[in-house]
């Protein structure tokens, strides 16, 4: 009477497998489908006006680190002349500028002398411990300590530099420079302070003509750097004429104590 299903026999079974609601899993997918292109175009114009809003501010006060690095022998050969002789520079001082996504851009160091890097303040700043290292063997006062306390000197005389510049910039109603550029063009610092320290181990004499003639070269490559900054990539030309050329003296100026300071590794 009963088969092996446990059913009864002649009684009808419903079907093992039952069809499923064409309309539902229409409905179903239709739905799915809406939830999801719409989730993925919220998310498409949530991250991408994120993204486009944070290049757009992080752009105004950073850049593209490998830009600094774009160079060649030539550039630092040319750039190291403008930086230790800025009085036999005859070129001007003004960037290139070139169109990039429907934005004026800057042309990297190797096609721009006048653009700032970062290889030679940091190797600059590598050959000013180096140096510093060698000052100190050779008064027999060596030690890592003496030798860490230096590298912290020049960090804090690079960083000291840079807070200058960017309060510079600040005062006179432009402080929207890249970091990177006020780090690169306070590390320059460096290169002339090598050749002070160079001097130094030479003769201790030629050490205090060199390093107030190199304290100078530094400030008027600053002033013509910041100039530029100032008159031609920020526009502000027109508003505080009288103050700038003050503040840019002081700033030159600010180079001298910096510098011997920086000079005295033997101290």
Partial sequence: MYDNMGNQAGVPRPPQNPQ??????????AGSGIIRSGLEA?????????????????????????????????????????????????????????????????????????????????????TYIIL???????????????????????????????MLLKGLLYSLGSGEA??????????????????????KILSSYSYYFMMPWMSLCMG???VKTMKRVLFTEMRSYEKHSSRQHYVLLFMAIAQFPLFFWLGNVAV
């Fill in 20 to 29: 499923a609601n064409p309309f539902g899993n229409t409905f179903y997918g």
């Fill in 42 to 126: 919220y998310g498409e114009k949530f991250f991408g006006s994120s993204s486009e809003f944070m290049q757009s501010n992080i752009s105004r006060y950073f850049s593209n680190p490998q830009y600094y690095f774009q160079v060649n022998d030539q550039y630092v050969r040319n750039k190291l002349k403008v930086v230790l002789f800025p009085f036999l520079h005859r070129g001007h001082w003004t960037r290139i500028s070139e169109p990039v996504g429907g934005r004026l851009s800057y042309k990297p160091p190797v096609y721009d002398i006048n653009a700032p890097d970062l290889y030679i303040p940091l190797m600059a700043f590598g």
């Fill in 132 to 162: 510093a290292g060698f000052s100190f063997g050779l008064l027999g006062k060596f030690s890592p300590e003496a030798l860490s306390l230096q590298f912290t000197r020049g960090l804090v005389g690079w960083v000291l530099q840079v």
């Fill in 178 to 199: 890249p970091l990177l550029d006020i780090v690169a063009y306070g590390g320059y610092a460096f290169a002339g302070i090598c050749v002070g320290v160079f001097a």
């Fill in 220 to 222: 008027v490559f600053l």
